[in-house]
């Protein structure tokens, strides 16, 4: 997924720092921005459907759903799809 390759190019620039201030928590990226720190992962799929709802990315721009540690053992990449017409949600 090439347009997703930006947010991890920003996870991996910002990860010392994380780090050191949020370990063990979960990063929700886009593109070269931060959305924000979550404790679970439950709280962080919430929040990638507000930021989806609330327009907070661009159309189509994944967001990044990574876990911050060391070695990253949990990620998942999160893309809209808009419903075509007639579609069953």
Known sequence: MERAAEAWKTFGAMKADLLRSHPGRFALVA??????????IDDAFAAVSLAFERGMVA???????????????VSV??????LTAGAVA
Do not use: C, N, R
């Open 31 to 40: 593109g070269d921005k931060l959305l924000g720190v979550l404790p679970s």
């Open 59 to 73: 159309d189509g721009k994944p967001i990044l759903v990574v876990q911050i540690t060391e070695k990253v053992d």
């Open 77 to 82: 990449t999160a893309q809209p799809h808009p």
